[in-house]
């Protein structure tokens, strides 16, 4: 058997242990093994051999695919062991109790106040130090869920350690430690881990599937509307460009501004570009930009008093969409090929939509909360608005855990935020979460919670 030693046979005396990685490879070192005790004409009696075991006892140890660990029958005269009454019996059970002592850490420290009493110039008095050293010393060794459970803690919490993730924590402690399940256990620790849910980045596809509003009726009943700013200035100042886009027909307004111009302004850009030309839309999809919040629409709606006046026909709105519909401002002709043209566009829209879902599906997952959740909230979209902390890098990239109160639509959730955080609007998309598993409570730190004046939301109909 030399050739095939540690590589998948182990011998001692007139015992052989023949170990595999998968049944194919064992079947082909089981063969190998046998044909080489042929060709030396060695025998093994059938009665005493064992084919295909998942696990073996071999030399007073446990071998099974997990690693080598201590037979529990062995370690019972350990258990039950009662206290000594001499140095001899001290040095007895220190001798048995040492055979295993790479299964037990800090072994020499806990034996410490007995080996001290095995010394000549010592007097043997057995006392609360030495019995407290040997039930430690059982309870080392046979309460498994308590040691794991502090082994796990000290290997990825205490201040030595840097809360590494489960695959790398797992391959560190094997090299150590094992008990059934080890892995499984790493991973529920370290997902539990509060510390790590709020400091370390997603490696995974974002949540949520796409989720496309409907195609609208008529053209300039739906828009949507973005700021892209931080451009570089044009001769007139601007470095601002409000874009507004009629979600059926695809036009689109550019107007240049200011970054500084002040909500008059703006209101007033709205009502000539927008307003003025196709009336009120139906709906506005926007990213909640503060410049959009409630006291802008306040004010649009004082400055709409005066509309029917300033041009002659009232303001498209649900309530009087048939006195400004279309034919009582054009003749029936251009109606009728109008509407022949957005019905054509609505059915070439179709395709790209199912398109653009399947290709968006592909890069997302699908995840659902339910009422009553835990949840980790991302802080990048509050980046400049809202700060927890410490700056940069070090700063954490989610907090909470937060609970969820309501569903709101299909993937977006309304979360039971602090009174600190009461201006900021508490409905989010689903790829700004991820479930808690954490059984501690909210952990954000408010003595560094700053929270940027320019942030307001009042809940108002539009």
Known sequence: ?????DKFVIVFIDDILIYSKNKKEHKEHLRTVLKLLK?????AMFSKCEFWIPKVQFLSHVINSEGIHVDPAKIKSIKDWVSPKSPTEIRQFLGLAGYYRRFIEGFSKIAKPMTKLTQKKIKFEWGNKQEAALKQGNWRTSKRKMLETAIIH??????????????????????????PNMKADIATYVRKCLTCAKVKAEHQRPSGLLVQPEIPVWKWDNITMEFFIKLPKSPQGYNT?????????KSVIFTPMRETDPLEKLEKLYLKEVVARHGIPVSIIYDRDPKFESRFWRTLQKALAPFEALYGRKCRSPVCWNEVGEFHLTGPEIVQETTEKIIQIKQRMQAPRVRQKSYADLKCKPIEFQVGDKVMHKVSPWKGVVRFGKRGKLSPRYVGPFKVLEIVGDVAYKLDLLEELSRVHNTFHVSNLKKCHADEPLAVPLDGLHVDDKVYFIEEPM
């Open 241 to 249: 460009i409000w874009v507004i886009v009629d979600r059926l027909t």
């Open 39 to 43: 060709k030396e004409e060695l025998y």
């Open 154 to 179: 000290e290997s990825h919490k205490s201040k030595y350690s840097i809360h590494l993730g489960s695959d790398k924590m797992y391959q560190d402690m094997k090299k150590l430690y094992w008990w």
């Open 1 to 5: 058997c030399k050739p095939y030693l």
